[in-house]
């Protein structure tokens, strides 16, 4: 019998947790020619989610709990949980019911037809209208500054064959991209639209320097032309530099009495330079804070305790 895997990061949802695994379970139920198991990692949660989290193991076997021993963060942790599932097929959603565990009976249909991954793309979400249309903006301009055809308004949410998971594990990375290694295999993608819910219990772990740090691991790992686009610039405005003071020159040898030079176009230049060099070093950061990562090697997390693992 076909082991299928699902797993959940969570860190502090202790009002969605039962929810969620009874809504995962009525899915399996629709499947029984397969073999589930269920991974929920903790991130060291500080409301009652250890406590929920040990009672639903001890009530199912099939339930397998990972607490780590701190945050280990929204992309090192939920990552981690993966490469803990062992099935013939993967199926990863977020814990805070905003990837619907309905879309499970989507999934394993077109992993039986072939595909290798199959992936939830959000088409719409009830979440703030500005929020979302920043993520559309965000999802276009990296897709077109990739060197491979990333996937758009995709957050992990899907089903992954064993194939895709064992390369993740060969792969490596202590602060991996997840969307974008996807994309990097080339396999083809069975792509599933849906609807992002509203969440309706709890509170978002997502703030602006979260939603930063992915934003800029896209595009820190699959794209070098912010670098270049650095390079150019400064070409560009080395030349109309050298123009402009050209001119200047020339307008004071051809009409100096008449001809004031002013202060103005110094101070603006002075200001313009300046931001334009500290917006590249910015970036250049960003790129060697990628490679200073990759090179340290830290581990994804560090397990206190594991639960129902045989």
Known sequence: MKKISVVSGCYNEESNLEELVRRVFAQAAKFPAYEWEYILIDNCSTDRSPEILRALAAHDPRIKVIFNTRNFGHIRSPYYGMLQAYGD???????????PPEYIEQFVPQWEAGFKVVAAIKSESEESALFFAARRVYYQVIARLADVDLLKNFTGFGLYDRVIVDYLRKLDDPYPYHRGIISELGYPIAKIPFVQPLRKRGFSKNNFYTLYDIAMLGFTN??????????????????????VGLTYLLMKL????????????????????????????GILGEYIGAIHTKVTKRPLVVERERINFS
Do not use: C, E, N
């Open 89 to 99: 097929a993967l199926i990863y959603l977020a814990s805070d019911l905003q990837d």
């Open 222 to 243: 699959h794209t070098k032309i912010p670098l270049r686009l650095a390079t150019m610039l400064g070409f560009a405005t080395a030349f109309v530099s050298f123009a």
């Open 254 to 281: 051809f009409y100096w009495h008449d001809f004031a030079m002013g202060q103005a176009p110094v101070v603006v230049g002075l200001f313009f330079l300046g931001s334009v060099q500290l917006l590249f070093i």
